[in-house]
């Protein structure tokens, strides 16, 4: 099949043949490490990434990185099944070859870069969405190596680019054994209606095997077997009836934070430091220190959440009434829950 090239506009062609470095910041967030460009160049890589995004296609197995895909849509396939295996990449991102990458990207540009008409190589795009970790950095393991950093705007589109022939190998697979597959960047879901196709070990053995080949582990404490029902994310899949809906732990949350903000009326830092983990001692800025801006952080996160779970609570409800799979019992107390946070969001947001 013919690749189209890919053609940037100038000022970012120009952008990114230029040879200066950019400024990185290191976070580590619950265990794992991020990486951010600069402020001051975010929009190229936004803008870069944007483009790659609409050029480079992805496997339909790949639910991750789209903007018409949410974490919803990596769980709906797996509704008919009754066993469930889930697995995990261990360092997704920063286990990716880059010499790979660089190999896969070559067919979408002309490698000749030239300084008057701006046109780019895929080393000259390579060094702007890839990191040398430094030395000085608190990532010990990956010291002096050059990876694709996850929390740079183009390295989920790159990871899809990457995966997309392990994808297809292991569609085929799966096909052939009466087993469902969906991907969410570094998350695996396999089921399937037979527990002899998931329960015999065979489908992991085999997962595990083609990561090696390509430099990936799996992190085998995330691995998880399961029969009638599988919780992921606040999630739960459900065999009884076929349906998604929300856990328990996710729905005690939801209704801890909109009693304590529309009942107990209490602070925005109260709820993100009681049901978020948030600790001003925590955060990764200069000015965090600071009461006042640690109460605009919390406010914000708390907001982003409401959103979040209304978003959530709003799929799993429409998902459920177009397939039939949800009572109207459970209409009516989404709808209950989806009023209060609309509440929140109307006085705060």
Known sequence: MKTNKIKLPASLGAFLNENSDTAVKERKIKGNYFYSVDD???????????????????????KGFSADCSY????????????????????????????????????????????????????????????KVPETSSNKKILGETIL?????????????????LDIVIQSY???HDVIYTRYADDMLFSSKYNQTIGSGDVETFIKRLMNKNSLLINTKKTL????????????????????????????????????????????RHVA??????NIRNLPYKNANTNA???????????????????HIIGVKKHGIATSSISAESVKK????????????????
């Open 72 to 131: 919803l849509d990596f769980l709906k396939p797996h509704t008919p099944s009754r066993f469930f295996l889930r697995m995990d990449i261990s360092s997704f991102f920063h286990s990716i070859p880059v010499e790979q990458i660089a190999n896969k990207l070559k067919p979408y540009f002309d490698n000749n870069a030239d300084s008057e008409s701006h046109a780019v190589s895929v080393d000259s795009i390579l060094k702007k969405v890839t990191y």
């Open 273 to 278: 430091e009681s049901l978020f983990g948030m």
């Open 293 to 311: 801006f640690f109460e605009k952080k919390c406010r914000k996160i708390v907001l982003d959440k409401v959103r979040g779970f209304r978003s």
């Open 149 to 165: 950093p996850m929390g740079f705007p183009c390295s989920p589109t790159l990871s899809n680019l990457f995966f997309r022939p």
């Open 225 to 268: 077997y399961t029969e009638g029902h599988i919780s992921l994310n606040g999630y739960v899949i459900d065999s009884n009836g076929g349906c998604i809906r929300l856990s328990n732990s996710k729905l005690l949350t939801i209704n801890k934070l909109t009693k304590m903000l529309i009942v107990q009326k209490v602070s925005f």
């Open 40 to 62: 001051s160049v975010l929009d190229k890589h936004q803008t870069l990434a944007k483009i790659l995004s609409e050029a480079i296609p992805k496997n339909s197995a790949s």
């Open 334 to 349: 989404y709808e209950k829950i989806i009023e209060r946070l609309e509440k929140v969001i109307l006085q705060h947001g």
């Open 174 to 176: 799966c096909l052939e």
